[in-house]
């Protein structure tokens, strides 16, 4: 009998890898995903606990299912991710409607767990012991959900970090590497269905361990014949190689793109931080890619208002964010995290100084990020089509190496037909530049650029 799975989730790109493996393991019970979770015979919350209040939010999102639980008292409801690693038990005794907490290394058993369900009663799960190995079984190739050419593969999961603000190492483990032949085997499983883009993920990619180096990991997955872009994130500054910087020159395949998250330009505040790195040797990396590669595109993460941070820390912030100029930053102000070394660290800012130095900040990067977009107009640039733009059905959308997104039509020649374009690079002509987007025309279609 077929059944009705309805997913929400939340958080980075390893979680929305992680929903696409719940429904990969639940496709063989016979589940389909559905889009209302009014029609679900199982609702999941793939949650995030990165920021404070995260719990809260659960708890609320949860109340939106009640009345559907009270309606149809098969129906079962799950929380999974990382609050459900924190939490565990206290969801269920918070919302007694709730039937099961999966952390986040129990994703694989969810189908022997739906399998404890005795109809007319509710089930009570709480899944949260984090294992201390990395098996086959737990992994398997997952199809997107966003896009038909494009695949994240995690690589690895876990982190040994511990920089003093995240919760990241506590609800997701140690680090652990998958065998570097699972992720071939897994890539090219992906290419058979017509995947011609992967982003290797890890907290970590640099420290991947999985039989060989993240370096070596990389050349083997550039050498899957029908692939034709490899994408990674996050790639820790401190652990960033020469090694890795200059693969971007030999593989053509590799984008030249990488997300480096800086988190602070204050060296006090990135030792209290312990992130491992200063200012100082971060420059070093970045006028290293931009030296053999001046139109590599870069991306960072900052955090504003951290315990301590003074008006001179944030203003040394803002001059590493000129001095770099980012393709776009992903910008949040200091959450205190229960459990973490920073969490006793006394606050010196109020809520509302966080907020005026993220807006600065922001508005800042907003005025960098259309510089770099207006100067973009005019050039011909690559594009992987992905599919049919967000905005319009008669148009096509795709993004550059990178990783930014184009915009346009096809010609009414009837040169390109639509179903094949999908899957390939092409070559576009930027004519308009937004915030977010970029508008290109046709120049000519390459088959096979890689
Ligand atoms: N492993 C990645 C980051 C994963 S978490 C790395 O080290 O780069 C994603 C981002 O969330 C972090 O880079 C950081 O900027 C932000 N973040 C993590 N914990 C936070 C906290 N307690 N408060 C505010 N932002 C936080
Ligand atoms: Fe968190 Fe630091 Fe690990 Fe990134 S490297 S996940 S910020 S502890
Ligand atoms: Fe959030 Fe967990 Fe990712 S805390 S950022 S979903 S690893």
């Known amino acids: 009998m077929e059944k009705y799975v309805y997913i929400e989730t939340f958080g980075c790109q390893m979680n929305d890898d992680d929903s696409e493996r719940m429904l990969s393991f639940l496709k063989d019970d016979n589940f389909t995903l559905c889009s209302t979770p009014n029609e679900a015979d199982l609702i999941l ?18 109340g939106r299912f009640r009345s559907l639980k009270e309606e149809n008292p098969e129906l079962i409801i799950g929380v999974t991710g990382c609050v459900a690693q924190q939490a565990g038990e206290r969801l269920i005794e918070r919302a007694p409607y709730l039937d099961m907490v999966i952390g986040t290394h129990n994703i694989h058993n969810l189908v022997k767990l739906l399998g404890k369900k005795e109809k007319g009663k509710k089930l009570r799960i709480v899944a949260t012991e984090l294992k201390e ?3 086959r079984e737990e992994y398997r190739v997952s199809m997107p959900l966003a896009s038909k050419v494009k695949a994240t593969v995690s690589i690895m999961r876990g982190c040994d970090n511990y920089c003093t603000y995240c919760i990241v190492p506590y609800v997701r483990g140690p680090e652990m590497s998958r065998a570097a032949e699972d992720i071939i085997a897994e890539v090219k499983e992906l290419t058979k269905s017509g995947v011609t883009e992967v982003t290797l993920l890890g907290q970590n990619v640099n420290s991947y361990k999985g039989g060989v180096g993240f370096t070596e990991l990389l050349k083997l997955v550039c050498g899957v014949g029908e692939l034709k872009r490899v994408r990674f994130v996050t790639s820790h500054p401190k652990d960033l190689s020469r090694e890795l910087i200059e693969l971007f020159n030999t593989e053509p395949k590799l984008c030249r793109q990488i997300h480096l998250p800086l988190q602070s330009g204050s060296n006090s505040v990135l030792q209290a931080m312990k992130r491992g790195y200063t ?16 139109s590599i595109s870069l991306t960072t993460d900052i955090i504003v208002g951290f315990p301590g941070e003074s008006e001179e820390d944030f203003r040394m912030t803002m001059d590493a964010i000129e001095d770099v100029g980012y393709d776009n930053i992903f910008s949040f102000v200091y959450s205190q995290r229960p459990g973490t070394v920073a969490a006793e660290l006394e606050e010196s800012l109020s809520d509302s100084e966080k907020k005026e130095r993220l807006y600065e900040l922001q508005k800042l990067q907003k005025e960098i990020t259309a510089s770099k977009q207006s100067a973009l107009v005019g050039k011909i640039v690559e594009v992987l089509v992905e599919g049919e733009s967000k905005a319009s059905k008669q148009e096509l959308s795709g993004r550059t190496e990178c990783n930014k997104v184009v915009n346009f039509s096809l010609d009414d020649t009837g040169t390109f037909d639509k179903d094949n374009i999908v899957g390939s690079i092409i070559q576009l002509k930027i004519t308009d530049a937004f915030t977010n987007s970029l508008r290109g025309e046709l120049v000519w279609k390459e088959a096979n650029v890689c």
């Open 279 to 294: 200012v100082e040797s971060y420059m070093e990396k970045v006028h290293a890619l931009r030296s053999l590669y001046p």
């Open 133 to 135: 190995d990395i098996t």
């Open 45 to 62: 919350l793939n949650t995030c606990s990165v920021r404070e209040k995260a719990e809260h939010k659960v708890y609320s999102m949860l």
